[in-house]
């Protein structure tokens, strides 16, 4: 289909004498006032637009500046058709969105040439913008997959976790939603929560290197076995730091035992030295463990659950994150949120 042209021009031998020009090459309308080039748009929305910038009512400035406005033809080119050579007229045509200007009267190979170089350059430039749009679209299809398969894979990695522990099925997950949960009442962005989940998914990978009958003792652990249950941060760490294309997820599982007066493990961390992903997930965990049926023990009731979070406040918890968490509790007057 040829290109469609919209010419506006309230003179009649002028309007003629471009279509006769200009009509064997493309689809040319013609209107003779400003007013009916903007119902116009209302049906078609053109490839150019030749527009006389001296009409009654409504000149060629105040047309295009409506023009403008109206959606589809933001970009679509203007010519100015001007009989004069008034400097001011074209600043000013410039400035309100034209492309080009025109003498008249027009000389017909001025007008082809003229006509063909601004419909190629829009073509041109309309096309680029679609193929910028479409590979940003396939770009973000292949980011949308490579998510999914990212969520898929912690979901399995955290699953075959937490399959070590008869007693804390979920224990993953649910550590995971309250530390997204608190990352997003701290105002974190959404890609920065969904960060926080998956890392929150994977803080206890480091137990696949743990025994079994360690992990499932129904008693107190010793001395001994809790040496070796101090290991699983590290574990964990030098198992995800392998992982280089996603270089925060092992933040959680190094360091989400570390307390912020620097009492806890590995490393033994103290307040803004510790990541802050890790400060979010170690108060997060420490609901879990405590609210959660543990091999050693029944869930503790919420009032108990509330006390410990607040006694740990600034020693063993950041007071920002347990201050979060606090709420979240109060919030749960039935005690649900432990379900997830």
């Known amino acids: ?5 919209l010419v506006v021009d309230d003179d009649v031998t002028m309007v003629r004498a471009i279509y006769s020009i200009l009509k064997n090459e493309y689809e040319v309308y013609m209107v003779n006032s400003g007013k009916n080039a903007l119902d116009f748009l209302n049906i078609h929305i053109p490839d150019l637009v030749l527009l006389d910038i001296k009409m009654p009512v409504m000149d060629g400035f105040e047309t295009l500046s409506k023009m403008r406005e109206h959606p589809g033809m933001e970009e679509v080119p203007v010519i100015f058709l001007t009989g004069s050579d008034d400097v001011d007229s074209e600043e000013r045509g410039l400035e309100v969105g034209a492309s ?29 913008k679609n193929e910028v749009e479409r590979q940003t679209s396939k770009i973000k299809e292949q980011q949308n997959k490579l998510k999914q398969m990212t969520f898929q894979i912690t979901e ?17 997950k649910r550590v995971a939603t309250y530390a997204r949960e608190i990352a997003m009442r701290y105002c974190y962005s959404v890609e920065m929560q969904e960060n926080v989940f998956i890392t ?9 290197g743990i025994p079994n009958a360690i992990i499932n003792k129904p008693g107190r652990l010793t001395d001994e076995e809790f040496k070796v249950i101090k290991t699983h941060p590290a574990i964990g760490a030098e198992i995800l730091e392998k992982i280089t294309a996603i270089p925060f997820i092992a933040i ?10 620097g009492r806890g493990y590995p490393d033994g961390l103290a307040g803004d030295a510790i990541p802050e992903i890790a400060r979010i997930i170690g108060v997060a965990d420490a609901y879990d463990a405590m ?15 509330r006390a410990e979070i607040e006694k740990g406040r600034g020693s063993q918890f950041d007071p920002r994150f347990a201050d979060i968490m606090l709420a979240m509790i109060d919030g749960d007057t039935g005690y649900q949120m432990r379900e997830l």
């Open 100 to 128: 080009d200007f025109i003498r008249k009267p027009v000389l017909p190979k001025i007008l082809r040439l003229r006509v063909r170089h601004m419909i190629e350059l829009y073509t041109l430039r309309n096309d680029l």
């Open 1 to 5: 289909m040829s290109n469609m042209i």
């Open 252 to 261: 959680g599982a190094h360091w989400h035992h570390e307390r912020y007066d």
């Open 291 to 305: 609210s959660s049926k543990r091999s050693y023990r029944d869930p503790l009731p919420q009032d108990v659950v």
């Open 156 to 172: 399995a990695l955290a699953g075959a976790i937490d399959a070590k522990d008869t007693y804390t099925s979920g224990h993953s």
């Open 200 to 208: 929150g998914m994977l803080h206890d990978v480091g137990k696949i």
